[in-house]
């Protein structure tokens, strides 16, 4: 592996969480985010700081598309570190405060 793919990200596990794929990262994006960024992204090809923060705005908004009025007020945006497991700062232990909301929007299919 080289210094410029780092390996699959935490973006993967992530986006899976929310229930996102590619497209509605790009479809979300009002930076003409491509699906080749989102895949270097996902697969680990080393990005900017600032693509980073392009993918982690779409990332957001992606997930704020998903949500209606009452979960918004519950979400807490995400910031680039739990996305990319070499930004500086980033916490492999770290707990994902919107938890409790994909897990409410989990049992919301099932129901």
């Not at 229930?19 to 895949?39: C, H, I, P, Y």
């Not at 949500?67 to 994902?96: I, M, S, V």
Request: glycine share 6%; net charge neutral; no cysteine.
């Amino acid at each position: 592996m080289s210094d410029l793919d780092l390996g699959e990200q935490p973006l993967i596990m992530m986006m899976e969480k929310w229930g996102l794929s590619n497209e509605d990262l790009v479809k979300a994006s009002t930076e003409q985010l491509t699906f080749k960024q989102v895949q270097k992204a996902r697969k680990g090809r080393r990005l900017t700081m600032a693509m980073m923060f392009k993918v982690m705005r779409a990332y957001n908004v992606a997930i704020w598309h998903k949500l209606d009025k009452k979960q918004k007020e519950k979400f807490t945006e995400y910031n680039h570190r739990p996305l990319f497991n070499y930004a500086k700062g980033y916490d492999a232990e770290w707990a994902d405060p919107n938890e409790a909301l994909i897990a409410e929007l989990a049992g919301d299919g099932e129901e």
